[in-house]
T-cell receptor
Framework: DADVTQTPRNRITKTGKRIMLECSQTKGHDRMYWYRQDPGLGLRLIYYSFDVKDINKGEISDGYSVSRQAQAKFSLSLESAIPNQTALYFC??????????????FGPGTRLLVL | AQTVTQSQPEMSVQEAETVTLSCTYDTSESDYYLFWYKQPPSRQMILVIRQEAYKQQNATENRFSVNFQKAAKSFSLKISDSQLGDAAMYFCAYHGNEKLTFGTGTRLTIIP
């Protein structure tokens, strides 16, 4: 079984709809991240969380919110989806121990299309 | 803010040959980490190799090796004996100040 899972894997929604992307991990890592990938732009950080009570904005947080329900679960919400949020979304985790925290492990991605 | 530049949007190599992908970065920090990730058509992000900035020795993982030039802020990836399964997007990434910054990627095509 995969260590980092994302649901759904693909989603089509309409402008104005609320949508939630979910991430679960069995790696036991405290640190979790959400990224967005657009063609030609690489991955950009949306939000990150170093533990259940710690949530931080990343480079492109406008229009998104997150919830860290447990150590193993980190959800990303689009409160009112718009077409330019069409992208590939990745969840990632890392081990907080010194010397390990820098390496991030990614889920399989969720492809989102906003019509 | 840190930036990572991959100046080669696309590269191609003959099967069994060697190819080098380029990456440069900009930082004022002295302690950081560098990575290469591979993204095949399945779109999974797969860690290829990792380099600690304080280590002078270049990292190696089987057919993959890096040329880390700290003063020049350069971090290239060499793939030896290229295989069809190496075809993918390759992303260079910099980790500093608790964050990972990615380059825009290089698409590698393997010619049979």
């Amino acid at each position: 079984d995969a260590d980092v899972t994302q649901t759904p894997r693909n989603r089509i929604t309409k402008t104005g709809k609320r949508i939630m992307l979910e991430c679960s991990q069995t790696k036991g890592h405290d640190r979790m991240y959400w990224y967005r990938q657009d063609p030609g732009l690489g991955l950009r950080l949306i939000y990150y969380s170093f533990d259940v009570k710690d949530i931080n904005k990343g480079e492109i947080s406008d229009g998104y919110s997150v919830s860290r329900q447990a150590q193993a679960k980190f959800s990303l919400s689009l409160e009112s989806a718009i077409p330019n949020q069409t992208a590939l979304y990745f969840c990632a985790t890392s081990d907080p121990r010194k010397g390990q925290q820098e390496t991030q492990y990614f889920g399989p991605g969720t492809r989102l299309l906003v019509l | 803010a840190q930036t990572v530049t991959q100046s080669q949007p696309e590269m191609s190599v003959q099967e069994a040959e060697t190819v080098t992908l380029s990456c440069t970065y900009d930082t004022s920090e002295s302690d950081y980490y560098l990575f290469w990730y591979k993204q095949p058509p399945s779109r999974q992000m797969i860690l290829v190799i990792r380099q600690e900035a304080y280590k002078q020795q270049n990292a190696t993982e089987n057919r993959f090796s890096v040329n880390f030039q700290k003063a020049a802020k350069s971090f290239s990836l060499k793939i030896s004996d290229s295989q069809l399964g190496d075809a993918a997007m390759y992303f260079c990434a910099y980790h500093g100040n608790e964050k990972l910054t990615f380059g825009t990627g290089t698409r590698l095509t393997i010619i049979p």
